[in-house]
């Protein structure tokens, strides 16, 4: 599989989130869970010398590196890996958390005059850099545990009802039995004044114009499906289990995004007796190829001027 990553397409001026005054040869390869977008990527640094950086969500977490496909120990070693396993599962990392943690990146590797690979399969983290990150002020804990208790005390349906009073577009927009998002919409127009649908309108993008190119790995639905469904068998076999045993036994939040990763509910279910091994196998391996098709979707209608790899 290889991928000719057009022009770049970024069009509004950098942000200054980071100096990128001499910005590195910048890749972004996106694509879908199991598309083989890391075996691309570790194909390209080998060819150029690059740097890969972690642009998903979930690989962030040291909590998750079967049950994400974290790259391997001998993948590590053989090429420079920035930003995988950085965080523990108790930490809830957002898309802007990310971008203050990748642009210093960014800046160093442009400094030596290396290439930068950014790879995975977090839509708004690739938006971020191409299209823009709404600067949202932070909001003081007192601010968000009072939502929160709002929230709990309400229910979703009375609380996104009054959430529509205060931005319309997040209370139709987010997904029913989003309670972070929900909260986090609350939170920011209780905090600021101001919608955040409306902050998240106001942006700019974090990579200048002509400083990167961006790809899709995009294989058929068929086979990628098939590749959903022989990770999930292969992670059950290197330990899975043993993984989402380990979090069940911190007693974490089940609002945190490490909590919520494809894999976790399902093989909770089993451990806790709930289901059998081979349903929980099964269940894991629709919610992957639902997690697949999501991504597919969102990458289609973001990216679709991207050039396509199969």
Same mark, same amino acid.
């Given at each position: 599989?290889?991928?000719?990553?057009?022009?770049?397409?970024?069009?509004?001026?950098?942000?200054?989130?980071?100096?990128?005054?001499?910005?590195?040869?910048?890749?972004?390869?996106?694509?879908?869970?199991?598309?083989?977008?890391?075996?691309?990527?570790? +194909?390209?640094?080998?060819?150029?010398?690059?740097?890969?950086?972690?642009?998903?969500?979930? $690989?962030?977490?040291?909590? /998750?590196?079967?049950?994400?496909?974290?790259?391997?120990?001998?993948?590590?070693?053989?090429?420079?890996?920035?930003?995988?396993?950085?965080?523990?599962?108790?930490?809830?990392?957002?898309?802007? =958390?990310?971008?203050?943690?990748?642009?210093?990146?960014?800046?160093? /590797?442009?400094?030596?005059?290396? $290439?930068? /690979?950014?790879? %995975?399969?977090? %839509?708004?983290? #690739?938006?971020?850099?191409?299209?823009?990150?709404?600067?949202?002020?932070?909001?003081?804990?007192?601010?968000?545990?009072?939502?929160?208790?709002? #929230?709990?005390?309400?229910?979703?349906?009375? #609380?996104?009802?009054?959430?529509?009073?205060?931005?319309?577009?997040?209370? $139709?927009?987010?997904?029913? %039995?989003?309670?972070?998002? *929900?909260?986090?919409?609350?939170?920011?127009?209780?905090?600021?004044?101001?919608?955040?649908?409306? &902050?998240?309108?106001?942006?700019?993008?974090?990579?200048?114009?002509?400083? &990167?190119? %961006?790809?899709?790995?995009?294989?058929?639905?068929?086979?990628?499906? +098939?590749?959903?469904?022989?990770?999930?068998?292969?992670?059950?076999?290197?330990?899975?289990?043993?993984?989402? $045993?380990? *979090?069940? =036994?911190?007693? /974490?939040?089940?609002?945190?995004?490490?909590?919520?990763?494809?894999?976790?509910?399902?093989?909770?279910?089993?451990?806790?007796?709930?289901?059998?091994?081979?349903?929980?196998?099964?269940?894991?391996?629709?919610?992957?190829?639902?997690?697949?098709?999501?991504?597919?979707? &969102?990458?289609?209608?973001?990216?679709?001027?991207?050039?396509?790899?199969?």
């Amino acid at each position: 599989m290889r991928c000719v990553c057009g022009p770049s397409i970024a069009e509004s001026p950098l942000s200054a989130s980071a100096d990128l005054s001499r910005p590195p040869q910048i890749e972004l390869i996106a694509g879908p869970t199991a598309s083989g977008k890391s075996a691309l990527a570790m +194909a390209r640094a080998r060819e150029t010398g690059a740097v890969i950086i972690n642009a998903d969500s979930q $690989q962030l977490y040291a909590d /998750l590196r079967v049950l994400t496909a974290r790259p391997s120990v001998e993948d590590e070693a053989a090429v420079e890996h920035r930003l995988y396993g950085v965080a523990d599962a108790a930490e809830a990392w957002s898309v802007g =958390r990310w971008a203050r943690a990748v642009m210093p990146i960014l800046a160093e /590797l442009g400094e030596a005059g290396r $290439q930068a /690979l950014l790879v %995975g399969g977090t %839509g708004l983290y #690739f938006t971020a850099l191409t299209k823009g990150l709404a600067d949202i002020p932070d909001v003081p804990v007192e601010v968000r545990d009072t939502v929160e208790q709002t #929230f709990d005390a309400e229910g979703e349906a009375a #609380f996104r009802s009054r959430l529509s009073t205060r931005d319309p577009q997040a209370a $139709q927009r987010i997904e029913t %039995g989003d309670r972070q998002r *929900l909260i986090r919409a609350m939170s920011v127009a209780e905090h600021t004044g101001r919608a955040l649908s409306d &902050w998240s309108a106001d942006t700019t993008p974090l990579l200048a114009p002509g400083s &990167w190119t %961006g790809c899709v790995v995009e294989p058929d639905r068929a086979v990628l499906y +098939a590749r959903c469904d022989r990770r999930v068998e292969s992670m059950i076999a290197n330990g899975a289990l043993d993984e989402v $045993q380990a *979090l069940i =036994r911190r007693k /974490l939040d089940p609002a945190l995004p490490a909590m919520k990763a494809v894999g976790v509910r399902e093989l909770s279910a089993h451990l806790g007796g709930s289901i059998s091994r081979d349903d929980a196998i099964a269940v894991t391996q629709q919610a992957t190829r639902n997690y697949a098709k999501r991504q597919l979707t &969102w990458f289609r209608n973001q990216t679709a001027d991207w050039p396509r790899a199969a």
